[in-house]
């Protein structure tokens, strides 16, 4: 059964730093891109970051740029979305989820989520 859970969300003020783990089972993770969004109230959802395959290429979306960091360890099946600087925009539910490669249009799993909440 493909899983992926978030966890590592919470509280933190403004100016801190939070890291993001997302533990995949069930699939080979050397396979699969990852991928980040977030939602926060009443608004859409945001793609925040991909990660290849090959851990070699990154991408993020403006706002984060500088501040967010995303990496794996396929061994350990494993990806992390290390926020550094937060602001109270960045609070919302993130989710990780797969596809084949970051080019790829289709997340096909998506995990349950974690908050973060930025707030003083």
């Known amino acids: 059964q493909v899983q992926l859970v978030e966890s590592g969300g919470g509280l933190v003020q403004p100016g801190g730093s939070l890291r993001l783990s997302c533990a995949a089972s069930?699939?080979?993770?050397?396979?699969?891109?990852i991928g980040w969004f977030r939602q926060a109230p009443g608004k859409e959802r945001e793609w925040v970051s991909c990660i290849d395959r090959a851990n070699v290429m990154t991408h993020y979306v403006g706002s984060v740029k500088g501040r967010f960091t995303v990496s794996r360890w396929n061994a350990k099946k494993m990806v992390w979305l290390q926020m550094d600087r937060l602001t109270p925009e960045d609070t919302a539910v993130y989710y990780c989820a797969r596809k084949p490669s970051c080019s790829d249009p289709d997340y096909d799993h998506w995990g349950q989520g974690t908050q973060v909440t930025v707030s003083s």
């Open positions: 069930g699939f080979t993770l050397d396979y699969y891109a």
